[in-house]
């Protein structure tokens, strides 16, 4: 079973300034089975990232995914005051057929 | 625009069953390029797959919960539902259903919270 681990746990920035966050996987994961979601309190993950790099519908384009392998990264360009949330990596397994979520990172005001 | 509801009672006392039902407009769930699942959050934790099902009757199911999960679907009413039995206070937590696009989850549900209480 693969795990993804996320880091930093919280990332404390202000708006406008640019922001990284790491997903790493315990084993090799296909760029096209590696997904990002944005969470904010009291509503449901709205998926961001497909295919490690493809924004997903309506996903402006200061959010962008990259890596390869065992390490990903969801970078955020210049951070709005609504950006601010948790943000959750996710990998599909096709055999046996499985989702695992990342523990997720809290982007915060600093 | 498509668009997922849950439904289902908020309090399962332990060891019982819990079962939820996901209602979809805007989309048919027996369309064959997608599948449609089951996440759970326990309160201020991270996310956790349940399981799938495909418009065939095929289910995909997490191997920590495999022995107490059914997924099924109801193809007629365009939803499909979750059952989880012997419950514990562990599995309290907000349970959405989300359309499974092969290897993400693109649209969700608002998400309900069930709580395992006596």
């Known amino acids: 079973e693969i795990v993804l681990t996320q880091s930093p746990g919280t990332l404390s920035l202000s708006p406008g300034e640019r922001a990284t966050l790491s997903c790493r996987a315990s084993?090799?994961?296909?760029?096209?089975?590696l997904a990002w979601y944005q969470q904010k309190p009291g509503q449901a993950p709205r998926l961001l990232i497909f295919a490690a790099s493809t924004r997903a519908t309506g996903i402006p384009d200061r959010f962008s995914g990259s890596g390869s392998g065992t390490d990903f990264t969801l970078t955020i360009s210049r951070l709005e005051p609504e950006d601010f949330a948790v943000y959750y990596c996710q990998q599909y397994g096709s055999s046996p057929r499985i989702f695992t979520f990342g523990p997720g990172t809290k982007v915060d005001i600093k | 625009q498509l668009q997922l509801q849950e439904s289902g009672p908020g309090l399962v006392k332990p060891s019982e069953t819990l079962s939820l039902t996901c209602t979809v407009s805007?989309?048919?769930?027996?369309?064959?390029?997608?599948?449609w699942g089951w996440i759970r959050q326990p309160p201020g934790k991270g996310l956790e797959w349940i399981g799938t099902v495909y418009y065939s009757g095929s289910t995909y199911y997490n191997p920590s919960l495999k022995s107490r999960v059914t997924i099924y679907e109801d193809t007629s009413k365009n939803q499909f539902s979750l059952h989880l039995r012997s419950v514990t206070a562990a599995d309290t937590a907000v349970y959405y259903c989300?359309?499974?696009?092969?290897?993400?989850?693109?649209?969700w549900g608002l998400g309900t919270l069930v709580t395992v209480s006596s």
């Open positions: 084993q090799s994961v296909s760029s096209s089975y």
């Open positions: 989300a359309r499974d696009s092969v290897t993400r989850f693109d649209y």
């Open positions: 805007g989309g048919s769930i027996s369309s064959s390029s997608y599948y």
